[in-house]
C-alpha cells in the first residue's frame, strides 16, 4: 500500500544534490532485508550502491540489529566530554587491531566529511607544536573528494566536479595533478614530477598531503598504481609533510584489502575512515593518529586537540560498529570481495564492445564502466529501477559497490542491467 507523502517530499524535503523547484523523482523504500530494498509498491530491487557503498554485511544483519538494539535499551546517547563508556573503548580497541600498526590514536567523528576536517585540524596543530606553524597549507591531486563541507571541499578538485561552483571561496589548497598510472602498473616518474617540484618547492608552507589512497572515488572512479601512493609516502618522508589518506570509501575491505594504502605497503600518519565503519547502520566516522601526531598536537599552544562534537563516540553508532567490525574481523570478506571481483571483470568485459563506452575498470568490489558522456541520472536510475536493481550513476560513471553478502546470481542481475542501460545510455 502506498502510504509515503510524496508531494510533502517533493516540496519541503532537500535530497542530496536536489533541486527545490525542479524535484527529481524520488522511490519511497519502506524497508531492506540482506541485498534487496523493498519499495512502497512492493518492487523488489537489488542493491548495486551498499546505500553510497557503506552497507557491506547487507541490510537487517541480525548481529548489527542485536548490538543495536541491546545498546538502545542501555545509554543511546551521553556527552564524551569527561565521560567515557565501554562501546567506545571496545570500538577503538577493534579499529586499533585492524588499522596499520603505527596508527594508535582515535577521534570519533559525526561524517566522514568531519573526519577529514578533523584530519586537516591536527596536521595544522601538530606543526604548531613542531614551532613551524608556517606549514599551515594542504596538499591534494586533482579528481579527488573528500566532503562536501567547507575545509573538506577545499581539497576537492576546485576546477571539475561537484565542488567547481564554489571556486574561489574553497579553492585555497594546493593541488597536484591527479594520478594517471592505472592500478596494476609501475608508475613513470611523470605521474609524480609536478607533486614534487610543488614539494621540494613550498614544503615549508606544507603541513600535509591528502589522498584518496588507490581509488579516486566520487571525483574519478579512477584506480591507480599503489607504487603512485609509495612514491607519495616517500616525497612526504623527504619534505616531512604528514600523509592523510582519506580511506573512508575503501576502508573495510572495499578494494580487496582491509585497507587501501595495503596494496602500497605504506602507512599513513593520519587516516580518516567512515561509511563501512558501522556496516552502513547510523552515522560514525574516525581519524585515526600516530603517537607523534598526537604528541605535537599536544606540544601545540592550545595544549589539546581543538575539537569535540556534542555527538561525539554516540555509544549507539559505536555498538553498530562494534558489530560491524567483529563481522568484518570473523568473517570471509576477503573471499566475497575476490568472489565479486573475478565475477564483475567477466560479467563487465561485454561493455567494451558498446560505442558509447569509453573504459571498463574493476577493483575488489567496485565495478565501473565509464561512458564518454555525462549520463542523466535520473533518467538511468528509473531504467536501472525497470530492471528490478538499484544503481545510482553520476558524471560519466555507470558503477556498483554491492554489499559484499550478495549472491551469485544477484550480482549477474546487476551487471546485465548495467550492460542494457549502458548500451541505451546515449
Ligand atoms: N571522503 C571520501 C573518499 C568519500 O568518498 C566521502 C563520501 O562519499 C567523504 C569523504 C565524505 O563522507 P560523508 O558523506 O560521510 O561526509
Same mark, same amino acid.
Given at each position: 500500500?502506498?502510504? +509515503?507523502?510524496?508531494?510533502f517530499?517533493q516540496?519541503?524535503?532537500?535530497?542530496?544534490?536536489?533541486?527545490?523547484?525542479?524535484?527529481?523523482?524520488?522511490?519511497?523504500?519502506?524497508s531492506?532485508?540482506g541485498?534487496?530494498?523493498?519499495?512502497?509498491?512492493?518492487?523488489?530491487?537489488i542493491?548495486?550502491?551498499?546505500?553510497?557503498?557503506?552497507?557491506?554485511?547487507?541490510?537487517?544483519?541480525?548481529?548489527?540489529?542485536?548490538?543495536?538494539?541491546?545498546?538502545?535499551?542501555?545509554?543511546?546517547?551521553?556527552?564524551f566530554?569527561?565521560?567515557?563508556?565501554?562501546?567506545?573503548?571496545?570500538?577503538?580497541?577493534?579499529l586499533?587491531?585492524?588499522?596499520?600498526?603505527?596508527?594508535?590514536?582515535?577521534?570519533?567523528?559525526?561524517?566522514?566529511?568531519?573526519?577529514?576536517?578533523?584530519?586537516?585540524?591536527?596536521?595544522?596543530?601538530?606543526?604548531?607544536?613542531?614551532?613551524?606553524?608556517?606549514?599551515?597549507?594542504?596538499?591534494?591531486?586533482?579528481?579527488?573528494?573528500?566532503?562536501?563541507?567547507?575545509?573538506?571541499?577545499?581539497?576537492?578538485?576546485?576546477?571539475?566536479?561537484?565542488?567547481?561552483?564554489?571556486?574561489?571561496?574553497?579553492?585555497?589548497?594546493?593541488?597536484?595533478?591527479?594520478?594517471?598510472?592505472?592500478?596494476?602498473?609501475?608508475?613513470?616518474?611523470?605521474?609524480?614530477?609536478?607533486?614534487?617540484?610543488?614539494?621540494?618547492?613550498?614544503?615549508?608552507e606544507?603541513?600535509?598531503?591528502?589522498?584518496?589512497? +588507490?581509488m579516486?572515488?566520487?571525483?574519478?572512479?579512477?584506480?591507480?598504481?599503489?607504487?603512485?601512493?609509495?612514491?607519495?609516502?616517500?616525497?612526504?618522508?623527504?619534505?616531512?609533510v604528514?600523509?592523510?589518506?582519506?580511506?573512508?570509501?575503501?576502508?573495510?575491505?572495499?578494494?580487496g584489502?582491509?585497507?587501501?594504502?595495503?596494496?602500497?605497503a !605504506?602507512?599513513?600518519?593520519?587516516?580518516?575512515?567512515?561509511?563501512?565503519l558501522?556496516?552502513?547502520? +547510523?552515522?560514525?566516522?574516525?581519524?585515526?593518529?600516530?603517537?607523534?601526531?598526537?604528541?605535537?598536537?599536544?606540544?601545540s599552544?592550545?595544549?589539546?586537540?581543538?575539537?569535540?562534537?556534542?555527538?561525539?563516540?554516540?555509544?549507539?553508532?559505536?555498538?553498530?560498529?562494534?558489530a560491524?567490525?567483529?563481522?568484518?574481523?570473523?568473517?570471509?570478506?576477503q573471499?566475497?570481495v575476490?568472489a565479486?571481483?573475478?565475477?564483475?571483470?567477466?560479467?563487465?568485459?561485454?561493455?567494451?564492445?558498446?560505442?558509447?563506452?569509453?573504459?571498463?575498470?574493476?577493483?575488489?568490489?567496485?565495478?565501473?564502466?565509464?561512458?564518454?558522456?555525462?549520463?542523466?541520472?535520473?533518467?538511468?536510475?528509473?531504467?536501472?529501477?525497470?530492471?528490478?536493481?538499484w544503481?545510482?550513476?553520476?558524471?560519466?560513471? !555507470?558503477?556498483?559497490?554491492?554489499?559484499?553478502?550478495?549472491?551469485?546470481e544477484?550480482?549477474?542481475?546487476?551487471?546485465?542491467?548495467?550492460?542494457?542501460?549502458?548500451?541505451?545510455?546515449?
Open positions: 500500500m502506498n502510504n +509515503i507523502d510524496y508531494s517530499d516540496q519541503h524535503l532537500w535530497h542530496p544534490y536536489s533541486s527545490m523547484q525542479a524535484p527529481a523523482t524520488v522511490f519511497g523504500v519502506t531492506a532485508s541485498v534487496t530494498l523493498t519499495l512502497d509498491n512492493g518492487q523488489q530491487l542493491d548495486g550502491t551498499s546505500s553510497w557503498w557503506a552497507c557491506i554485511h547487507g541490510y537487517s544483519h541480525p548481529q548489527i540489529l542485536a548490538s543495536m538494539q541491546q545498546q538502545l535499551s542501555q545509554l543511546s546517547h551521553v556527552m566530554g569527561g565521560i567515557t563508556h565501554e562501546p567506545a573503548i571496545e570500538l577503538g580497541k577493534q586499533l587491531a585492524l588499522a596499520p600498526d603505527n596508527l594508535s590514536k582515535v577521534f570519533f567523528a559525526d561524517s566522514g566529511s568531519i573526519s577529514v576536517e578533523v584530519a586537516m585540524k591536527m596536521a595544522l596543530q601538530y606543526w604548531q607544536g613542531r614551532a613551524a606553524s608556517d606549514k599551515s597549507k594542504i596538499l591534494t591531486v586533482r579528481r579527488g573528494y573528500h566532503g562536501d563541507t567547507f575545509a573538506a571541499m577545499s581539497v576537492c578538485d576546485p576546477t571539475e566536479g561537484m565542488h567547481s561552483m564554489f571556486g574561489a571561496n574553497v579553492a585555497q589548497q594546493l593541488f597536484a595533478p591527479a594520478p594517471q598510472t592505472p592500478f596494476g602498473e609501475d608508475c613513470s616518474a611523470n605521474d609524480t614530477a609536478e607533486l614534487a617540484q610543488l614539494l621540494a618547492k613550498q614544503h615549508h606544507i603541513a600535509a598531503l591528502i589522498i584518496e589512497p +588507490i579516486q572515488g566520487a571525483g574519478a572512479m579512477w584506480f591507480y598504481s599503489a607504487d603512485y601512493l609509495k612514491r607519495l609516502r616517500e616525497l612526504c618522508d623527504k619534505y616531512q604528514l600523509l592523510i589518506l582519506d580511506e573512508i570509501a575503501t576502508g573495510f575491505g572495499r578494494t584489502k582491509m585497507f587501501a594504502c595495503e596494496h602500497a !605504506i602507512q599513513p600518519d593520519i587516516m580518516c575512515v567512515g561509511k563501512a558501522t556496516g552502513g547502520y +547510523i552515522s560514525l566516522a574516525a581519524t585515526l593518529c600516530s603517537d607523534e601526531v598526537a604528541s605535537g598536537i599536544s606540544n599552544p592550545a595544549g589539546v586537540f581543538m575539537h569535540g562534537p556534542t555527538f561525539m563516540a554516540n555509544p549507539l553508532a559505536c555498538a553498530a560498529a562494534r560491524s567490525l567483529k563481522l568484518i574481523a570473523t568473517g570471509n570478506w573471499q566475497q575476490s565479486i571481483e573475478a565475477q564483475m571483470h567477466r560479467e563487465l568485459a561485454p561493455a567494451r564492445d558498446i560505442k558509447q563506452v569509453k573504459s571498463v575498470r574493476v577493483l575488489g568490489a567496485v565495478g565501473v564502466i565509464e561512458m564518454h558522456h555525462t549520463v542523466d541520472t535520473g533518467k538511468l536510475q528509473q531504467e536501472f529501477v525497470k530492471r528490478g536493481v544503481v545510482r550513476p553520476f558524471s560519466r560513471f !555507470i558503477y556498483i559497490m554491492p554489499p559484499y553478502v550478495i549472491s551469485a544477484q550480482l549477474t542481475a546487476l551487471t546485465t542491467a548495467m550492460l542494457d542501460v549502458a548500451a541505451i545510455s546515449a
